[in-house]
């Protein structure tokens, strides 16, 4: 029986201790992009990126929460969260990218969970709610040796199914089946600017009790909920491939003590939900995310919130070295060559193939499909020499307005798509699978299809790509960073 008694020690034992968790089934790319640190130009080392799709080199609050998707399930939360890759370095001096859990040949990603850990400290202090504009950034991409300070107690690595020992502040040094990686953030906020030149010390961890929870010093005294983010590594399938004696994993900055591991933050909340969700938590009401939140976005949802690759480089699979001028065990140089960011999106990095010319046919985006009610039904073929010229091919001889491809090599033709399966404004979409006969296309995914439409009498007119950009969902505002011309 439990006793009320017992109960009621506990719970005062632990005031102010509650948490909701924002889950990021997903994320929007890995690419070398940080508008904190880097903004307006390529950053040092590779992110994998979560949240709005208003995620942009140059961003504000605004662009946050001018968001059409997100990969996270909050709705009114259109964050972006960002932490470095990890990759595993081979014996042959190569660079293989790990994945995280979730990631699928499907052309699904797994994301990340970020903990709202609503701790008013020992004085159940009034949580205030992240305001607009604000930034931050915990740890330090350069560190390299480790500190027992708060800062360097926030950062840790869990190794999960292999030596599962207490959290270490280091990449663990045993072989594990996954490595979660955790970053918890200052909740001590200056009152009053929203960033700070190293987006840094406009907040700080709490003076006492510990980097997670304790009272907030007079030159910090305003409390926010405690981030804590979470990425799990699929560390199993390099099990086998461990040499040397030192443990094989280094993160994208080419720090492969697991020290320099950090996590940056750019609100894009609304205030009002934000500020209601930490004051009603506080008091560690059970249901008081789905109280507060209502609705949530659907894992489909946030797995189909994609953005095209802005910057023309490897960043996944097997490399030659860490993108960017990453020296595996030094602070990256002072200097570095800076690749272009991309203004003009090649078809390619946005997943379809221009027939405008060739067939007088046009991408219009990845829209959903569905086994048991296909999103185009007139006509289907598949197979393991699918191209998106032969599945367009087979709609024209059917005489449909549509062709659609999904999985790989499935090819659908009809004359008309629901809205509910059409493709989703402002997202790329979930089509990532490379076509069964030819592994330079791509032909839809996992629930995802690739959608190409007749240009009316076969003419692709001038606007051929202004309708694709349209129909692939991105922003007017958006376009020029797209396609030009
Ligand atoms: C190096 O080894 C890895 C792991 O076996 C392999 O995937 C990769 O292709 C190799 N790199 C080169 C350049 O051969
Ligand atoms: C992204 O940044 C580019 C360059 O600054 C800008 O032209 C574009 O409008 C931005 N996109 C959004 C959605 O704000």
Redesign the pocket.
Known sequence: MKSVLFGLVAALATPANSTFVVQCYSRLFDQRADPLVSP?TAAGHVHTISGGN?F????DYN?AR?SKCSTCNIKQDLSNYWSPKLYFKAQNGSFLSVPIIGDTNGGDMGGMAIYYLTRGGPDNDKLRAFPPGFRMMAGDSSKRVATDDFAGRAVTHKCVGGGDGPDSKGLPTTKCDTIRVQVTFPSCWDGKNVDSANHKTHVVYPKDGNYDGGRCPSTHPVHFPTLFYEVYYDTKSFKNMWYGNKQPFVFSNGDETGYGYHGDFLNGWDEAVLQKAVTDCLDGTPDCPAQTFGEFRSQGDTQACKLPSMINEQVSGVLLALPGCNPVGQAAPASCNAPRISLVASPQSMGYVDLTKSKGWKYIGCGKDDAGQRTLSAAQTSGDSMTVESCVDLCKTKNTLYAGLVYGGECYCGNSIAVDKAPVKGSVGNCLMKCSGNDKEVCGGAGAISLYQACKGGACSSLAKRESRRLAGL?A??L??YLVG
Request: glycine share 16%; charged share 25%.
């Open positions: 307006g208003g942009n080199f140059t961003m662009s001018a922003e505002a958006n020029e960073r």
